[in-house]
């Protein structure tokens, strides 16, 4: 089977890389599920962001991916400040270099190793996170979800992943509990 031809199994995509790349890992009926597991996850995950023809999904970028995703963990859900030293650390393994482009001036990231070409760009993809709008990026509310998301809501008030998994499923706990008390 090809790259192309993997299913992403996960419950929540289309997040901004950096979030997407915390969301290899979930929970489902109670167990932890990770696509980072070997290679071939590597492989959906890099085809789900059209990155399969610029990286290869091999050992090398598996390892280095999943430093980033740790970092990035870290940052996200720890202390203030914590994480920093450990995004910066997969920050040190690629630039950004101008160029002029036919359109223009335009950017053009290089990495000292091209296995360290997606952990770089999902931490800079944080980066860029941060700077629009820190405030918006939020983990699911529900006590058994792990799952990250970038709200983009009009109001920002958005609390769950998804609403029809874990916004559903707090309706539903609320309602049961609600009717049971009646």
């Not at 009926?29 to 999904?57: I, M, N, P, S, Y």
Request: proline residues 5%; contains cysteine.
């Amino acid at each position: 089977m090809s790259d192309r031809d993997r299913v992403d199994p996960r419950p929540l995509t289309g997040e901004p890389l950096s979030l997407d790349l915390l969301n290899t890992r979930w929970t489902e009926e109670g167990a932890v599920r990770d696509l980072l597991t070997d290679t071939d996850g590597l492989a959906v995950w890099l085809g789900t962001h059209g990155l399969e023809d610029r990286f290869a999904a091999d050992a090398a970028t598996l390892r280095h991916t999943l430093r980033a995703r740790d970092a990035l963990q870290r940052a996200v859900d720890g202390a203030p400040g914590e994480g920093v030293e450990a995004v910066d650390a997969v920050l040190a393994h690629g630039r950004i270099r101008a160029t002029l482009t036919p359109d223009g001036p335009g950017e053009r990231p290089e990495f000292d190793d091209p296995s360290w070409g997606p952990a770089w760009l999902a931490a800079r993809d944080y980066l860029r996170l941060l700077d629009t709008a820190p405030d918006r990026i939020r983990g699911c509310a529900h006590e058994a979800c792990v799952l990250h998301f970038f709200d983009t809501s009009r109001n920002g008030t958005r609390r769950w992943c998804s609403m029809a998994a874990c916004g559903n499923r707090a309706k539903a706990s609320r309602h049961y509990a609600r009717t049971k008390d009646a």
